[in-house]
């Protein structure tokens, strides 16, 4: 089974070398990687050469403009030919070198449609430092009404089911992704497996979490995607998710 793992980056290449490195580290052998480049200015292009010959011919890139994080997600989609496709950003990393032969064995149960896990928010200048810890375990469809959502860097599932049932909507700033996994999970109900491991580390202050405006924007894409989606929500039942989040904080590096 082919797996593809799509990168969507822009002038990031001082995390970008870590994201590279994780997935070349994996213990899977039959991985496609694909990096989707917004036509960076920061020496990304001189990265992505340095490293291809490491791949063995099993990485693809390209580079040019785009209308953001989710067009190039959608375009590192479309290029890939794995069976099963992820998405790892590119200021993540996979935090352990058998990522993908666990997710590839969740994936030899032809029941299982999709995959995902837990997820570490680390400090920028501190890599080993978990402030937070995301766990996907008690999620449930019916909690996208409250915010919830599977970590969506952990998130695996077969390709076609984006020929299937459609890819990101650009139309979204923040929460494409929130509204893709409802599509996924909610309305077509893919047949989902968990596994109880941290897939990433993720460095803290993203788009989604940079400051109160982004989490406003944020919030309100997640109240549009659930009603589009026939999920009936509104703003005060989605924000009752941060009192829940306070114990994602507690002890984090014990988990």
Same mark, same amino acid.
């Given at each position: 089974?082919?797996?593809?793992?799509?990168?969507?980056?822009?002038?990031?290449?001082?995390?970008?070398?870590?994201?590279?490195?994780?997935?070349?580290?994996?213990?899977?052998?039959?991985?496609?990687?694909?990096?989707?480049?917004?036509?960076?200015?920061?020496?990304?292009?001189?990265?992505?050469?340095?490293?291809?010959?490491?791949?063995?011919?099993?990485?693809?890139?390209?580079?040019?403009?785009?209308?953001?994080?989710?067009?190039?997600?959608?375009?590192?989609?479309?290029?890939?030919?794995?069976?099963?496709? =992820?998405?790892?950003? #590119?200021?993540?990393?996979? /935090?352990?070198?058998?990522?993908?032969?666990? !997710?590839? $064995? %969740?994936?030899?149960?032809?029941?299982?449609?999709?995959?995902?896990?837990?997820?570490?928010?680390?400090?920028?200048?501190?890599?080993?430092?978990?402030?937070?810890?995301?766990?996907?375990?008690?999620?449930?469809?019916?909690?996208?009404?409250?915010?919830?959502?599977?970590?969506?860097?952990?998130?695996?599932?077969?390709?076609?089911?984006?020929?299937?049932?459609g890819y990101y909507r650009?139309?979204?700033?923040?929460?494409?992704?929130?509204?893709?996994?409802?599509?996924?999970?909610?309305?077509?109900?893919?047949?989902?497996?968990?596994?109880?491991?941290?897939?990433?580390?993720?460095?803290?202050? =993203?788009?989604?979490? #940079?400051?109160?405006?982004? /989490?406003?924007?944020?919030?309100?894409?997640? !109240?549009? $995607? %659930?009603?589009?989606?026939?999920?009936?929500?509104n703003m005060p039942m989605?924000?009752?998710?941060?009192?829940?989040?306070?114990?994602?904080?507690?002890?984090?590096?014990?988990?």
């Amino acid at each position: 089974m082919k797996v593809s793992i799509v990168t969507a980056t822009y002038n990031a290449a001082h995390t970008l070398r870590d994201t590279i490195e994780s997935v070349l580290a994996q213990d899977y052998g039959d991985i496609e990687y694909i990096v989707v480049d917004g036509a960076s200015t920061d020496g990304t292009l001189a990265l992505l050469h340095s490293y291809e010959s490491h791949f063995d011919g099993r990485m693809r890139w390209v580079s040019e403009p785009d209308k953001g994080i989710y067009d190039a997600m959608n375009k590192g989609l479309r290029m890939a030919t794995g069976d099963v496709v =992820g998405t790892i950003n #590119s200021d993540d990393f996979y /935090n352990h070198d058998d990522v993908i032969s666990r !997710v590839a $064995a %969740c994936f030899a149960d032809t029941s299982v449609q999709a995959v995902y896990g837990d997820v570490r928010f680390v400090r920028p200048d501190d890599l080993n430092r978990t402030i937070r810890y995301y766990s996907s375990r008690r999620f449930t469809p019916g909690k996208f009404r409250y915010g919830w959502m599977p970590a969506h860097p952990t998130f695996f599932t077969y390709r076609h089911f984006f020929d299937d049932y459609g890819y990101y909507r650009t139309d979204y700033r923040i929460a494409a992704d929130y509204e893709l996994l409802i599509r996924f999970l909610y309305t077509y109900q893919l047949h989902t497996r968990y596994l109880a491991y941290d897939f990433i580390k993720m460095r803290t202050g =993203g788009a989604s979490t #940079s400051s109160w405006r982004s /989490n406003w924007v944020l919030n309100r894409e997640i !109240v549009r $995607a %659930c009603r589009e989606n026939g999920i009936y929500t509104n703003m005060p039942m989605v924000m009752m998710k941060y009192f829940v989040k306070i114990f994602e904080y507690l002890n984090p590096d014990k988990r």
